[in-house]
């Protein structure tokens, strides 16, 4: 009875988090996660909100509704408070609004064509997903489940526990004609069309984190962007879509180059800044700069390269907007090379970081000019110097787990149906 019970059980979760992903692939229903509480006390810290995508013409005063800001920037959800302006031609509506903890409107007012509502929200739930997309638990649940998988496959011994025999005489009818292959039993066949679909689910799961991790370990395209002065000139290269999807435990590398073209010496300070969820976290990523005199590659420095910080958390290099951390100095007849390495903690997902994101900037001010670059800034030298230069956005997307415990569960509930099956008595 209690077997009976706990398969049906399976079978409804495991349906329920399949259905689920369907529903969001087709409805354009997702999970957002909160890591403050900003929303609170109707959203608090830790809780996971259901959003739905809809225009933003339907959007209401007092709707709470989450907008994506960007690859490469966190969206915020918050509640509208009031809608400016709505251009029936273009769909765009113009709108404010505040988290209900914060006592004043976001910075700037938001025109999007398409907003996320937020259908309802359940608290606390967000540390379990979080821990469930550590890679490690992954793997770990991932090659449990497996073994089960396989377990219920392995063939069977006969029920006084040796293997069937046949002999040459059983082979042959009478006639000499062999006899047709027996028909497979309904147990057999029930452990593998059961089974089967709980190995595909599975392997679609692990592949979709493994290209969501992996890639950025692979990835090889490099990209340079540049910032103009009147006098002062930079340019940053490295692999922006690496740098945006870090992993737990991995690194990323880019460089800054840094010269001036100016008529008269003069010297030229170079700051760091950090800003973003990332840099909230102690130890939740850190920075290691060092430096080349000239525009070469690390090895082809010819006099060798300088430490200018090492494994320093980005919580210490964060930006107040009046001091930024300085690195070094030189002259406008000197050039320099930066190569800045950003490391993701190990322990990303127990930090309670999954899905955030950090931005690091590197300035240089003299010869009339300021400037600053972030790892994957537009190739713009018109474009506004404030805006942020963001490293990863980490994890997988709600769908991705969901489906993984989908597999899981279809295969827990495969081998214990094949199990059970093949104790039947014949």
């Known amino acids: 009875m209690i077997g009976d019970w706990l ?4 079978a409804v979760a495991g349906s329920v988090c399949i259905v689920l992903v369907i529903l969001g692939v087709v409805f354009n229903v997702s999970i957002m996660m ?3 509480g900003s929303m609170s006390p109707t959203i608090t810290a830790g809780s996971i909100a ?7 013409t339907e959007l209401d005063e007092g709707d709470v509704v989450t907008v994506d800001r960007g690859e490469e920037t966190l969206p915020v959800t ?18 404010e609004m505040r988290g209900d903890a914060n006592e004043s409107n976001d910075p700037k007012p938001y025109a999007e064509s398409t907003v996320s509502r937020v259908m309802f929200s359940v608290p606390g739930v967000a540390p379990v997903i ?15 489940a497996t073994t089960l998988v396989l377990w219920a496959f392995w063939p069977r011994r006969g029920d006084d526990g040796s293997e069937p025999e046949s002999t040459d005489a059983e082979t042959e009818t009478k006639d000499g004609a062999h006899p047709a292959p027996p028909a497979p039993s309904p147990r057999t066949t029930a452990r593998h069309s059961i089974a089967g679909p709980a190995v595909i689910l599975l392997a679609a799961s692990l592949t979709a984190q493994a290209s969501d991790t992996s890639g950025a370990d692979t990835s090889t ?29 991995h690194s990323a590398t880019w460089t800054v180059d840094v010269w001036a073209e100016a008529p008269e010496p003069g010297d030229i300070s170079l700051d760091i800044g950090a800003d973003g969820t990332l840099a909230d976290v102690h130890d939740a990523m850190t920075v290691t700069i060092t430096m080349c005199s000239q525009r070469a590659a690390e090895a082809d420095c010819d006099n060798g390269v300088t430490t200018l910080i090492a494994d320093t958390s980005l919580s210490e290099l964060r930006d107040d907007g009046t001091q930024r951390r300085e690195l070094a100095t030189m002259t406008t007849e000197e050039e320099r090379r930066l190569f800045v390495t950003a490391t993701l903690s190990e322990s990303a997902a127990d930090l309670g970081v999954v899905g955030d994101s950090g931005t690091v900037r590197i300035t240089a001010t003299g010869a009339g000019d300021e400037l600053s670059l972030g ?7 018109d474009r506004d110097q404030d805006d942020d230069g963001t490293l990863p956005r980490t994890g997988i997307e709600g769908w991705q787990w969901l489906l993984l415990a989908g597999g899981l569960l279809v295969a827990v509930g495969a081998t214990l149906v094949s199990r059970r099956r093949d104790e039947v008595p014949r």
């Not at 259901?50 to 933003?56: D, G, K, T």
Request: glycine share 8%; proline share 7%; net charge negative.
């Open 7 to 10: 398969l049906n059980l399976l």
């Open 34 to 36: 909160f890591r403050t």
């Open 50 to 56: 259901l959003v739905r995508e809809i225009p933003a």
């Open 78 to 95: 918050h509640r509208v408070v009031r809608i400016l302006d709505s251009d029936s031609t273009s769909g765009v509506v113009t709108f």
């Open 130 to 144: 979080q821990w469930f997309s550590n890679p490690y638990v992954l793997g770990g649940l991932t090659l449990g």
């Open 221 to 249: 395209a490099t990209e340079t962007r540049t910032a103009h002065g009147d006098h002062l000139r930079m340019a940053a290269s490295g692999d922006a879509d690496q740098m945006r999807n870090l992993s737990p435990g």
């Open 375 to 381: 790892p994957d800034d537009p190739d713009d030298p």
